[in-house]
């Protein structure tokens, strides 16, 4: 079975803070993503990485920013935390196009701004 | 950019009740997905279904995208089956970017 891991479930951070969010998949995959999803606005895609070091800007990738230096990993990172990116995140992975059955997803982090 | 609609927003059953939930999309896809977000907030994967039907247990989905549509199937509902169901699917090159439908509230009563 794929699994991807979160390093969080649920984190309180205060506004300003520099905030790492990780995400870790055990399959090989190499395209991995992270999502938020709010009240009334869905998911959205923040940033998807295809390889190790690329990454490609989502919908709204505005305050944020990513790392993937090793294949199994991507991290989403919040340079300086705001009340507006409370939120659930959610990091996904997949196979490369063609090749797969779709992306899995994590359990998932609430994190709160405050 | 594809707009995906689900439909219904909220279906409230009884145990034992079959449901089925409907996805639209506005243009050509490569691929559908089918999830169930769980109380804790989990997306599990229900199914990967660019075309055809497959099943799975008491679950099973169609999609015909020659219409631009997808139905997903619950028989014999349990209340475990609440949740919120989402459609999702895929376009263009590359990586596979999903895009996601508003979801179905189902809620199961015993």
């Known amino acids: 079975d794929v699994k991807v891991t979160q390093s969080s479930r649920y984190l309180v951070k205060r506004t300003g803070e520099k905030v790492f969010l990780e995400c870790v998949q055990d399959m090989d995959h190499e395209n991995m993503f992270w999502y938020r999803q709010d009240p009334g606005l869905g998911l959205r895609l923040i940033y998807f990485s295809y390889d190790v070091k690329m990454k490609e800007k989502g919908d709204i990738p505005e305050g944020y920013s990513v790392s993937r230096e090793k294949k199994e990993r991507f991290s989403l990172i919040l340079e300086s935390a705001s009340t507006n990116q409370t939120s659930m995140y959610l990091c996904?992975?997949?196979?490369?196009?063609?090749?797969?059955?779709?992306?899995?997803f994590g359990p998932g982090t609430r994190l709160t701004v405050t | 950019g594809i707009q995906v609609e689900q439909s219904p927003p909220d279906l409230i059953l009884q145990e034992g009740a079959n449901s089925t939930l409907r996805c639209n999309f506005s243009d050509s896809v490569n691929n559908l997905q089918w999830f169930h977000q769980n109380p804790w907030g989990q997306l599990i994967n229900l199914f990967y279904i660019p075309s055809g039907t497959k099943q799975n247990g008491r679950l099973s989905a169609t999609t015909v995208a020659t219409e631009r549509y997808s139905l997903l199937y619950i028989s014999s509902s349990q209340t475990t089956d609440s949740g919120v169901y989402f459609c999702?699917?895929?376009?263009?090159?590359?990586?596979?970017?999903?895009?996601f439908g508003q979801g179905t509230r189902l809620t199961i009563n015993p």
């Open positions: 999702a699917v895929e376009q263009g090159t590359g990586a596979q970017k999903l895009v």
């Open positions: 996904a992975s997949s196979l490369y196009r063609g090749k797969g059955r779709g992306q899995y």
